[in-house]
Every structure is written in C-alpha cells, then in structure tokens.
C-alpha cells in the first residue's frame, strides 16, 4: 500500500519543481551554501503539497480514469489504494508540509497555499474549461519560479524569465492536450471533457502562437537581461531551445507516449542531451564568464 501511495504522489513528475531552482542559478547563487540548502527544502517541500494536489485529483477522476486506456493503471482506479487511506495521506502531508514552509519563509508558504488552492480549484471546476485549463497549469509553473525567489535574497532576477515561463508551460500544455486528443481519437470527451472544447488543427495553431512566443521572449532575454556577461555569450544557449521545442513537438506528432512533458524528460535521449548541454552552457555563462 505505500508503494501504491508513492506511485499517486507521481515522484517523476517532481522533475517540474525544479523550476524553483531557477532564481538561484540565474541570480548567480549557486554555489552559496545557505541560499542552495533553502531552495532545495523549498524544492521538497514543494513538491509534497503537489503530490497532495496529484492525490485529490486522482480521486476527484477516479471514474473517468477507470475508462481510460492508461490511467485506469494507477493506483487508485484499479483498487490497489483505497480512497480514505489516500485522502488520510494527502492531509497528513498538507499539514506537515505547510508549517514547515511557513518557518522557511512566510512568502513562500503563501505561494504554496496560493499554488494548492488554485490546483484545487483546477481539480474541481476549471479543467474542464478549455484553454483555460491550460493557463492555469501554465500559472502553476510560474507560481513555481516566484517561490524560488521568495526563498532567497534575489539581487538581478529578470523577469524575463516569468514571461518565458508561461509561455514554455503553455506550449508543454497544449502539447499534452494535442497527444491526449490523438491518443483517445473520437473518444476523447469521455476521458476527459474539456477536450470536446479542442481540436488537433486549433492545437496546432496554438501550439505554433505560443512556441513563436517562447523563442521571441527567450531570445530577448539572452541580450536584455541585466545579469548577463556583455559578450552576450548567453545567446549561444538559443540553439539548444529551439532543438527542444521542435523535439517535444515531433514526438507529440509521431509518438503516443507524449501525454505527460516530465515523461520526455525522463525518457527521450535526445531531450535528455539536449536539456544537460544547455544547462552546462548556462553554467559556463553564468559562472565562468
């Protein structure tokens, strides 16, 4: 039963709160012990309340996912976890992690109680209001990005980095909504409702509005962003993003397996490749210029 807990808690899609570590590279601080060990008990603690936010949802959906090809696996559609001892588990984490944050910093367990509430809200009423179901999990990433700066004294953090963040998770959310639509195919309303509210050639465009947007707004930043070396050498980081935009995009076209971005991440070599090369440019940029 607590291997089927973790399983609902969705450890691999923790991989998205690394954003919370984005104040602290782009601010220049990582490699200062005390700003590092807060973001990374930011990090944790981050991710716990979301697992809390994976549990209620997949409660709240436990019907539609019995219906579903792949989700009707999960621990909580196929009877491996009963529903009390995961809504027991999700307020037994809530109550622990929300205190804790509260003594990290006061700003940053109010992001958290903002970034639950809403998550809630998400799970009960607005996924199921096309595009602006996509915007609220877009908020949900840059809820991310501000709670790591709540967390550390932020000198030149630009904000940039919050445009191309909402920009990113919608491209990623749309995506995600493009392969569900192509996976359940004439049946997708039945999985999840607020897909009868789309269609693949209306995806596509917004797929190819936002993702324009993304490479726009990071480019700007690579030579507006008031941190960066004078070379603009952060510009050499351009070509990287491009290669992921364009590789999510054609495994979202070519492959069934696209539903969840953190599972590219995870799973696709040339994501992965692209993904650590331009962290380690970033880096070079950042802390060798």
């Known amino acids: 039963m607590l291997n089927a807990l973790f399983k609902t808690m969705r450890p691999r899609q923790w991989v998205k709160n690394s954003i919370v570590f984005f104040a602290?590279?782009?601010?220049?601080?990582?490699?200062?012990?005390?700003?590092?060990?807060?973001?990374?008990?930011?990090?944790?603690?981050?991710?716990?309340?979301?697992?809390?936010?994976?549990i209620f949802n997949d409660i709240a959906d436990i019907e539609a996912d019995r219906q579903h090809p792949i989700k009707k696996n999960r621990p909580l559609p196929s009877g491996e976890l009963p529903v009390g001892v995961a809504r027991g588990a999700a307020v037994f984490i809530l109550s622990l992690a929300l205190p804790k944050a509260f003594l990290l910093a006061p700003s940053f367990a109010a992001v958290?109680?903002?970034?639950?509430?809403?998550?809630?809200?998400?799970?009960?009423?607005?996924?199921?209001?096309?595009?602006?179901?996509?915007?609220?999990?877009?908020?949900?990433?840059v809820l991310r990005v501000?709670?790591?700066?709540?967390?550390?004294?932020?000198?030149?953090?630009?904000p940039w980095l919050y445009v191309i963040t909402t920009m990113g998770a919608l491209y990623l959310g749309f995506g995600k909504r493009l392969a569900e639509l192509k996976l359940l195919a004439g049946g997708a309303?039945?999985?999840?409702?607020?897909?009868?509210?789309?269609?693949?050639?209306?995806?596509?465009?917004?797929?190819?509005?936002?993702?324009?947007?993304?490479?726009?707004?990071?480019?700007?930043?690579?030579?507006?962003?008031?941190?960066?070396?004078?070379?603009?050498t952060m510009m050499l980081t351009i070509p990287f993003v491009i290669y992921a935009i364009f590789r999510y995009l054609q495994l979202v076209e070519i492959s069934?397996?696209?539903?969840?971005?953190?599972?590219?991440?995870?799973?696709?070599?040339?994501?992965?490749?692209?993904?650590?090369?331009?962290?380690?440019?970033?880096?070079g940029v950042f802390y060798l210029s």
């Open 146 to 158: 501000h709670a790591g700066v709540t967390l550390i004294s932020v000198e030149r953090f630009s």
């Open 189 to 232: 309303g039945s999985h999840r409702k607020v897909l009868d509210g789309y269609t693949i050639p209306l995806l596509e465009r917004f797929i190819t509005i936002v993702s324009s947007i993304t490479l726009i707004s990071y480019s700007l930043y690579t030579f507006t962003a008031p941190n960066l070396p004078e070379n603009h």
């Open 112 to 141: 958290l109680v903002i970034y639950f509430v809403m998550m809630v809200a998400y799970t009960k009423w607005l996924k199921h209001i096309p595009i602006l179901d996509v915007m609220i999990l877009a908020a949900g990433f």
């Open 256 to 283: 069934e397996k696209t539903g969840a971005p953190e599972e590219v991440v995870l799973t696709d070599r040339p994501m992965q490749i692209a993904i650590v090369l331009w962290g380690l440019v970033v880096l």
């Open 24 to 54: 602290l590279i782009f601010d220049k601080q990582l490699f200062q012990v005390v700003p590092l060990l807060r973001t990374l008990a930011g990090f944790i603690l981050f991710s716990l309340v979301a697992s809390t936010v994976y």
